[in-house]
C-alpha cells in the first residue's frame, strides 16, 4: 500500500526567507511524486512533479522539490517566500507501473507567510 | 484551467437520504477520481475509474457508490446520507499516454448532512 506523510500541520515564515514543506513517501516499487496547492475555497492545483531523471526539480511559482530515494522524501522548497505563497500544499505519490492509477495525499501543511 | 465541472457546488441534505454527486469532463481524460477533504485527513481516495464502466474503490469506499456510463462523467452516490459524510468532494482527472501527467481538480462540492 502507498501512503504519505507530512510531518508538519504549520509552516510559518517570514517573507523573503526560505520555505520549505516536508513529505515522505512509502510505495512499494518506484514512486511518482506531486505537490499541489490550495487556496481558500479552492480546487488543487498543481505545482510540480518527479517522475525520473534529475532529482531537483522546478515548478510553477518558483516553487521546486527534491527527490531523496534513500531517504523516502519529497520536500518541496523555495528560496524566497511571498505572503501570497500562504496556502494549504500537499504532496501526493502514485506507484509506477501500469494498471494502478491511485493518487494518494498526505494530510496538508499549512503553510503562513508573515509580512 | 483543465475542463472539469462539478455538480452542485454545494449541497444541504437530510440523513437517511440518498445524494448524488457529478462530474463532468470536456478533456477526454480515461482516470476519473473522488475524493474527500475533511481536516486532518487531506483528501481520501473513495473511488476511481479507469475506463467507462470500469471503477474500483479506494480507501473510504463504505457507503458510497459510482457510476461512469460515459467518458466524460463520473457520479458519485451516498446511498443513504449520514453526517459522518458532511465534507467537500473533489473530482479529479488524469492522463497517461507514454508518461504521467498530473491530475487536475475540479472546484468541489460542499456536502452537509444534517
Known amino acids: 500500500a502507498q501512503s504519505v506523510a507530512q510531518p508538519e500541520d504549520q509552516v510559518n515564515v517570514a517573507e523573503g526567507n526560505p520555505l520549505t514543506v516536508k513529505c515522505t513517501y512509502s510505495v512499494s516499487g518506484n514512486p511518482y511524486l506531486f505537490w499541489y496547492v490550495q487556496y481558500p475555497n479552492r480546487g488543487l492545483q498543481f505545482l510540480l512533479k518527479?517522475?525520473?531523471?534529475?532529482?531537483l526539480v522546478k515548478g510553477s511559482y518558483g516553487f521546486e522539490a527534491e527527490f531523496n530515494k534513500s531517504q523516502t522524501s519529497f520536500h518541496l522548497k523555495k528560496p524566497s517566500a511571498l505572503v501570497s505563497d500562504s496556502a494549504l500544499y500537499f504532496c501526493a505519490v502514485r506507484e509506477r507501473g501500469e494498471g494502478d492509477y491511485k493518487l494518494s495525499f498526505g494530510a496538508g501543511t499549512t503553510v503562513t507567510v508573515r509580512a | 484551467d483543465a475542463g472539469i465541472t462539478q455538480s452542485p457546488r454545494h449541497k444541504v441534505t437530510e440523513t437517511g437520504t440518498p445524494v448524488t454527486l457529478r462530474c463532468h469532463q470536456t478533456e477526454n481524460h480515461r482516470y476519473m477520481y473522488w475524493y474527500r477533504q475533511d481536516p486532518g485527513h487531506g483528501l481520501r481516495l473513495i473511488h476511481y475509474?479507469?475506463?467507462?464502466?470500469?471503477?474500483d474503490k479506494g480507501e473510504v469506499s463504505d457507503g458510497y457508490s459510482v457510476s461512469r456510463s460515459k467518458t466524460e462523467d463520473f457520479l458519485l452516490t451516498l446511498e443513504s446520507a449520514t453526517s459522518s459524510q458532511t465534507s467537500v468532494y473533489f473530482c479529479?482527472?488524469?492522463?497517461?499516454?507514454?508518461?504521467?501527467?498530473?491530475?487536475?481538480f475540479g472546484q468541489g462540492t460542499r456536502l452537509t448532512v444534517v
Open positions: 475509474s479507469y475506463g467507462v464502466k470500469d471503477t
Open positions: 518527479y517522475i525520473t531523471g534529475d532529482n
Open positions: 479529479a482527472i488524469s492522463e497517461s499516454r507514454g508518461s504521467v501527467t498530473e491530475a487536475f
